[in-house]
């Protein structure tokens, strides 16, 4: 018995979808369908059971493509993923309130979007590490072929959160072993430039001359070989650079910030760091080809991953089995159940209080749209790909902090 399912579809193309007990709405298994009969896609599309309908294409898609990636799929929160690291600290060392924890947390990093998600003094170390990464000439080359990518925020967002889904939480394992699990992304110049090249890629189907139907104009694509393609690579390859960093900076400005409370704590000597909105070259059947995780996870064999659940929902550290239908994929978490208009509609601050409860974090109406029942039941998402990975730690929040 197949560990994944096989989606017919009347356009051509493969859908293979670890999605068994898990619910897929059909405005997704559309966007899988448009997808996967691209003629481009390589293979076969992977689809992980977080997937959720997106821009163009699904979050919680795996998209190989031979010769041509589609912006839009990447998206334009590049580079998104999460990073985690185990401390020294116990559970018993947790004071009984950790309201003052999740404010030293909030005063060490902007949160949120706008002016208040930028620091107002760029500490220190994050201009050290700008200044020695690369990343500030790599722009200015960037930019000097494509003026339209302005941005002032680059240097004042290394460090930052942002809004949405991104979060920074305390957790504790299985051992009663506290973590620090944080999940941002590229910020305001990731978005950019995001933003910019899907643009460009519409402008450049409207002149493409095809032998084939692209069913929606956010599938639109750079060739391989095409000046811009190259430019887009070095861009999004900036972009995902620049977002690890900023997980990098982030979590040494937080661990910094639990000293002030907890004086004498020591770190593993690595942290798990991994991007879940990206687009990389890998040899997968027989040929190189540029694979699109759209929300999903490397879990190639051996290499660990995170799959974040919702607020009030467990996480997991996970060791991937290189499961090669899945071009060595998993989720990246739980998945969107419902829009976030839909849940602001469907659920109050008390359901919220009630969902979250014994997790320290925002219980008002600005995050009931990332309440836990706006998402899909986590542990029906890791029954459904218990082939793609091992779970090695089980982590439950007890702080959350939220744009």
Not at 36 to 64: E, K, N
Not at 191 to 220: K, M, Q, S
Request: charged share 25%; glycine share 10%; net charge neutral.
């Amino acid at each position: 018995m197949s560990d994944f399912e096989v989606i017919e579809t009347a356009r051509g193309g493969t859908i293979k979808a670890w999605v068994k007990g898990v619910p897929v709405e059909p405005a997704a298994r559309n966007q899988l369908e448009n997808v996967a009969g691209l003629p481009f896609v390589h293979s076969q599309l992977a689809v992980m059971p977080d997937v959720h309908f997106g821009r163009g294409a699904t979050v919680g898609s795996v998209i190989p493509t031979k010769g041509a990636i589609i912006p839009a799929a990447v998206g334009v929160d590049i580079g998104c993923g999460m990073m985690a690291i185990r401390t020294s600290l116990k559970a018993d060392h947790l004071p009984d309130t950790l309201k003052p924890v999740r404010r030293a947390i909030e005063r060490a990093i902007p949160v949120g979007n706008g002016k208040g998600g930028s620091h107002k003094h760029v500490p220190a170390m994050a201009e050290t590490k700008l200044k020695h990464s690369g990343l500030m000439d790599r722009f200015d080359r960037i930019r000097e072929r494509h003026g339209k990518i302005k941005s002032a925020t680059y240097t004042t967002q290394l460090g930052t959160l942002g809004g949405g889904n991104h979060f920074i939480e305390l957790c504790l394992d299985e051992a009663g072993d506290v973590w620090v699990m944080l999940h941002s992304g590229s910020r305001g110049t990731g978005n950019r430039i995001g933003t910019y090249f899907i643009e460009e890629a519409r402008r450049a189907l409207e002149t493409r001359v095809l032998g084939y139907h692209v069913p929606d104009r956010d599938l639109a694509f750079f060739v391989e070989g095409e000046p811009l393609f190259d430019d887009y690579v070095e861009a999004v390859g900036w972009a995902q650079d620049y977002a690890r960093l900023n997980r990098e900076v982030m979590m040494a400005r937080v661990l910094m910030a639990l000293r002030e409370t907890f004086p004498s704590f020591t770190t593993d000597k690595h942290a798990v760091n991994c991007h879940h909105n990206y687009v990389e070259k890998e040899h997968h059947f027989g040929a190189d080809v540029w694979v699109t995780r759209k929300g999903a996870v490397r879990a190639g064999e051996g290499e660990l991953g995170i799959i974040p659940g919702s607020m009030g929902a467990k996480s997991f550290i996970v060791r991937g089995k290189g499961h090669a239908d899945s071009f060595c994929s998993c989720s990246h978490g739980a998945g969107r159940a419902m829009s976030r208009t839909e849940a602001r509609k469907r659920f109050t601050v008390d359901d919220h209080i009630a969902a979250t409860d014994g997790v320290e974090c925002r219980k008002d109406g600005g995050v009931v749209d990332e309440t836990p029942m706006a998402y899909k039941d986590i542990d029906a998402v890791m029954a459904a790909q218990s082939s793609l990975v091992d779970v090695v730690h089980t982590l439950r929040q007890v702080v959350c902090v939220k744009g």
